[in-house]
């Protein structure tokens, strides 16, 4: 079983080495899986990320050494329903991961600061956790425009209710918050997939044992975890 049994939105894959544009191991394009296009590039050699030069589980990610990033400011996603994805690995415990957003509110973003980890949710809504420079795996779903949920590891974090205002344009970056570098990510990632709906009790799950037996942090996994 794979993510392409379910129709996903964005599938940003760091093992599929067809996937990634470089040139002396800079990435200046990291090509979408999902088939919608939604490709993250960048055209300036010193904010480009590295490929083969680190691996999870033995196999290729992306490193961003705190000023690189990966954009797309033409990525359309329902901002009715979503779920989104990430695994990643944190070198030090400050900045953006990944960010899906409008103009100033970010939807999706792993925000890591100096003492914690937040998933940010749309209307500045946080749910976060310990900092940590372990690998992780982070899902997201927002249901509707009030219910915005978030798991480590396949366990529950926790919800926020407030409501969200429905937008249309979104932006995507991987490795900071914006194309200008803001609170950039210093860390590796090694996979990120998003659905424009939110995910049954039963996909999501699937999604999350897909990436921990391919990533090895299966055994991060709830005991109870299908």
């Known amino acids: 079983w794979t993510p392409a049994s379910i129709a996903t939105a964005l599938w940003l894959d760091a093992a599929d080495a067809s996937t990634i544009v470089e040139s002396s191991g800079l990435v200046s394009q990291w090509n979408d899986k999902s088939g919608n296009g939604h490709n993250v590039t ?34 359309s996603i329902s901002s009715l329903g979503m779920t989104t994805f990430v695994v ?24 890591q600061y100096t003492n914690a980890v937040g998933y940010r ?5 946080v749910v976060s956790f310990p900092g940590t420079t372990d690998n992780l795996l982070v899902s997201y779903r927002k249901n509707g425009t009030a219910l915005q949920e978030a798991w480590l590891n396949g366990a529950y974090l926790g919800s926020n209710t407030a409501a969200v205002t429905t937008f249309t344009s979104q932006t995507l970056f991987v490795g900071a918050q914006d194309n200008t570098l803001t609170t950039p990510f210093d860390g590796c990632v090694a996979e990120i997939l998003a659905f424009s709906s939110a995910l049954s009790t039963d996909d999501r799950p699937k999604i999350e044992g897909y990436l921990a037996w391919k990533w090895n942090l299966q055994a991060n996994l709830p005991a109870a975890h299908p």
């Open 42 to 75: 960048q055209g300036t050699g010193s904010k480009q990320p590295t490929t083969g030069t680190r691996t999870l589980n033995g196999i290729n990610v992306i490193d961003c050494d705190g000023g690189d990033v990966l954009a797309n400011t033409s990525f």
């Open 88 to 111: 990643f690995k944190a070198d030090v415990v400050s900045g953006r991961v990944f960010n899906i957003s409008r103009t100033t509110i970010a939807e999706g973003m792993i925000s």
């Open 121 to 125: 949710l749309p209307e500045a809504q």
